[in-house]
């Protein structure tokens, strides 16, 4: 089992910034690859962005209103934690933020093994 704790969440205006932390107990964290996923009030979960075990390989959400460029993710598997760190925040992402563990598909939420229980971001105009 992986236990996973999201923190840094919270309330900033438009334009600002916040860094998730997802800090990882369990099993080995190196080994698992590692996503963020969002899901606002009436959407569907979605991809946000994920990091092979390794950290050499990274993926980005494409989808209209990117966060490529805006979000960075990056992972410490000496402290095992992954972070997001979230540049120019616009008020669509207000969302609850989601760390996930474990999924042989980075950018699918239904491989994911592990979930943590959430963060909320708000983002104010």
């Known amino acids: 089992q992986v236990q996973l704790v999201e923190s840094g969440g919270g309330l900033v205006q438009a334009g600002g910034s916040l860094t998730l932390s997802c800090a990882a107990s369990g099993r080995t964290f190196s080994n698992y690859n590692m996503g963020w996923f969002r899901q606002a009030p009436g959407k569907e979960r979605e991809f946000v962005a994920a990091?092979?075990?390794?950290?050499?390989?990274?993926?980005?959400?494409d989808y209209t209103d990117a966060v490529k460029g805006r979000f960075t993710i990056s992972r410490d598997n000496a402290k095992n934690t992954v972070y997001l760190q979230m540049n120019s925040l616009k008020p669509e992402d207000t969302a609850v933020y989601y760390c996930a563990a474990d999924s042989p598909l980075p950018k699918v939420a239904s491989g994911y093994h592990y979930w943590g229980q959430g963060t909320q971001v708000t983002v104010s105009s």
């Open positions: 990091v092979r075990w390794s950290g050499v390989r990274i993926y980005y959400a």
